[in-house]
Protein backbone atom coordinates (compact mmCIF):
# COMPACT_ATOMS: atom_id res chain seq x y z
CA UNK A 1 0.00 0.00 0.00
CA UNK A 2 1.16 3.13 -1.33
CA UNK A 3 0.80 6.38 0.61
CA UNK A 4 0.62 9.63 -1.49
CA UNK A 5 3.61 11.98 -0.79
CA UNK A 6 2.99 15.24 1.01
CA UNK A 7 4.83 18.29 -0.27
CA UNK A 8 6.88 16.58 -2.56
CA UNK A 9 6.43 16.28 -6.42
CA UNK A 10 8.08 14.10 -9.44
CA UNK A 11 10.98 15.46 -11.16
CA UNK A 12 8.72 15.91 -14.52
CA UNK A 13 5.69 17.35 -12.65
CA UNK A 14 8.50 20.09 -11.21
CA UNK A 15 9.36 20.75 -14.74
CA UNK A 16 6.17 21.31 -16.18
CA UNK A 17 5.20 23.34 -12.58
CA UNK A 18 8.20 25.46 -12.98
CA UNK A 19 7.68 25.77 -17.06
CA UNK A 20 11.05 24.70 -17.11
CA UNK A 21 11.81 22.28 -20.10
CA UNK A 22 8.78 21.35 -21.23
CA UNK A 23 8.61 23.02 -24.55
CA UNK A 24 12.05 22.30 -25.62
CA UNK A 25 11.66 18.91 -24.20
CA UNK A 26 8.04 18.67 -26.55
CA UNK A 27 9.91 19.89 -29.19
CA UNK A 28 13.40 17.55 -28.85
CA UNK A 29 10.87 14.29 -28.66
CA UNK A 30 8.91 15.81 -31.92
CA UNK A 31 11.95 15.81 -33.77
CA UNK A 32 12.78 12.15 -32.77
CA UNK A 33 9.67 11.08 -33.81
CA UNK A 34 9.58 12.73 -37.12
CA UNK A 35 12.38 10.90 -38.35
CA UNK A 36 15.83 11.70 -36.18
CA UNK A 37 17.79 14.97 -35.72
CA UNK A 38 18.40 15.58 -39.61
CA UNK A 39 18.00 18.88 -41.26
CA UNK A 40 14.37 20.16 -40.92
CA UNK A 41 12.23 21.20 -43.76
CA UNK A 42 10.45 24.53 -44.19
CA UNK A 43 6.62 24.35 -43.55
CA UNK A 44 5.68 24.09 -47.16
CA UNK A 45 7.53 21.70 -49.16
CA UNK A 46 5.13 18.26 -48.68
CA UNK A 47 2.25 20.53 -49.42
CA UNK A 48 4.13 21.40 -52.66
CA UNK A 49 4.89 18.07 -53.57
CA UNK A 50 1.06 16.76 -53.25
CA UNK A 51 -0.17 20.03 -54.91
CA UNK A 52 2.41 19.38 -58.39
CA UNK A 53 0.80 15.62 -57.94
CA UNK A 54 -2.80 16.50 -57.66
CA UNK A 55 -3.42 19.40 -59.74
CA UNK A 56 -2.74 17.44 -62.89
CA UNK A 57 -5.04 14.20 -61.98
CA UNK A 58 -7.79 17.17 -60.57
CA UNK A 59 -8.04 19.01 -63.82
CA UNK A 60 -7.54 15.58 -66.26
CA UNK A 61 -10.69 14.22 -63.74
CA UNK A 62 -12.37 18.04 -64.53
CA UNK A 63 -11.71 17.28 -68.47
CA UNK A 64 -13.31 13.63 -68.47
CA UNK A 65 -16.55 14.79 -66.31
CA UNK A 66 -17.06 17.72 -68.88
CA UNK A 67 -16.13 15.08 -71.85
CA UNK A 68 -19.37 12.69 -70.08
CA UNK A 69 -21.32 15.59 -70.38
CA UNK A 70 -21.09 16.79 -74.04
CA UNK A 71 -21.35 12.92 -75.39
CA UNK A 72 -24.62 12.81 -72.84
CA UNK A 73 -26.02 16.08 -74.38
CA UNK A 74 -24.90 14.33 -77.65
CA UNK A 75 -26.60 11.39 -76.72
CA UNK A 76 -29.96 13.15 -75.70
CA UNK A 77 -30.50 15.19 -78.60
CA UNK A 78 -30.29 11.93 -81.17
CA UNK A 79 -33.21 10.46 -79.35
CA UNK A 80 -34.51 13.97 -79.61
CA UNK A 81 -34.55 14.23 -82.89
CA UNK A 82 -35.46 10.39 -83.78
CA UNK A 83 -38.39 10.41 -81.98
CA UNK A 84 -39.28 14.16 -84.12
CA UNK A 85 -38.59 12.30 -87.19
CA UNK A 86 -40.70 9.05 -86.36
CA UNK A 87 -43.10 11.30 -84.86
CA UNK A 88 -43.22 13.19 -88.08
CA UNK A 89 -43.05 10.35 -90.25
CA UNK A 90 -45.81 8.49 -88.68
CA UNK A 91 -48.50 11.00 -88.92
CA UNK A 92 -51.28 10.78 -91.02
CA UNK A 93 -50.51 10.93 -94.43
CA UNK A 94 -46.54 12.22 -94.22
CA UNK A 95 -44.13 10.20 -95.95
CA UNK A 96 -40.10 8.63 -94.58
CA UNK A 97 -38.68 11.66 -96.17
CA UNK A 98 -40.66 14.35 -94.00
CA UNK A 99 -39.21 12.44 -91.25
CA UNK A 100 -36.05 12.58 -92.52
CA UNK A 101 -36.22 16.25 -93.27
CA UNK A 102 -37.24 16.67 -89.71
CA UNK A 103 -34.72 14.93 -87.66
CA UNK A 104 -32.05 17.15 -89.41
CA UNK A 105 -34.09 20.32 -88.62
CA UNK A 106 -34.12 19.58 -85.09
CA UNK A 107 -30.48 19.45 -85.16
CA UNK A 108 -29.72 22.01 -86.71
CA UNK A 109 -32.86 23.89 -84.14
CA UNK A 110 -31.34 22.14 -80.93
CA UNK A 111 -27.71 21.79 -80.71
CA UNK A 112 -25.91 21.87 -84.40
CA UNK A 113 -22.29 21.83 -82.70
CA UNK A 114 -23.53 19.44 -80.09
CA UNK A 115 -23.74 16.34 -82.31
CA UNK A 116 -21.24 16.65 -85.45
CA UNK A 117 -22.06 14.64 -88.98
CA UNK A 118 -25.27 13.42 -87.96
CA UNK A 119 -26.95 10.70 -90.46
CA UNK A 120 -30.33 10.00 -90.39
CA UNK A 121 -31.65 7.14 -91.69
CA UNK A 122 -35.84 6.84 -91.96
CA UNK A 123 -36.96 3.48 -92.94
CA UNK A 124 -40.69 1.93 -92.91
CA UNK A 125 -40.91 -1.39 -91.14
CA UNK A 126 -43.32 -4.40 -91.36
CA UNK A 127 -46.42 -3.88 -89.39
CA UNK A 128 -46.79 -0.23 -90.70
CA UNK A 129 -44.17 1.33 -88.33
CA UNK A 130 -41.73 3.89 -89.22
CA UNK A 131 -38.02 3.70 -87.96
CA UNK A 132 -35.94 6.41 -87.97
CA UNK A 133 -32.24 6.02 -86.66
CA UNK A 134 -29.81 9.01 -85.81
CA UNK A 135 -25.92 8.29 -85.14
CA UNK A 136 -23.22 10.84 -85.52
CA UNK A 137 -20.28 12.01 -82.96
CA UNK A 138 -20.21 13.98 -79.79
CA UNK A 139 -18.08 17.33 -80.34
CA UNK A 140 -15.05 16.39 -78.03
CA UNK A 141 -12.06 18.29 -76.37
CA UNK A 142 -9.71 15.46 -76.41
CA UNK A 143 -8.43 16.11 -79.61
CA UNK A 144 -7.69 12.07 -80.20
CA UNK A 145 -11.22 10.77 -78.07
CA UNK A 146 -14.04 10.89 -80.72
CA UNK A 147 -17.02 9.22 -78.85
CA UNK A 148 -20.30 8.06 -81.31
CA UNK A 149 -24.08 8.34 -80.47
CA UNK A 150 -26.30 6.50 -82.14
CA UNK A 151 -30.27 6.52 -81.38
CA UNK A 152 -33.32 4.41 -83.14
CA UNK A 153 -37.17 5.42 -82.42
CA UNK A 154 -39.77 3.34 -83.85
CA UNK A 155 -43.33 4.13 -84.18
CA UNK A 156 -46.62 2.87 -85.69
CA UNK A 157 -47.99 4.77 -89.14
CA UNK A 158 -51.03 6.45 -88.13
CA UNK A 159 -53.93 5.44 -90.17
CA UNK A 160 -57.57 5.97 -90.92
CA UNK A 161 -59.73 3.34 -90.71
CA UNK A 162 -63.50 3.56 -90.62
CA UNK A 163 -65.71 2.20 -87.78
CA UNK A 164 -67.87 -0.69 -88.67
Not at 28 to 46: Q, T, Y
Not at 86 to 109: E, L, M, V
Not at 133 to 157: F, K, M, Y
Request: glycine residues 12%.
Amino acid sequence: MSLPMIGRTAPRERAAVSGRGSASGLEAGASKARGGLGPRRMRGEEGLAAFVVCIPAFFLAVLLAIQFALWAHASHLARAAAEQGASTAAAYGSTPAAGTAAAYQFIATTGPSSLTTPHVTTTTGTGNTVQVTISGRAQSLIPWLSLGVSSTSVEPVQQFRASG
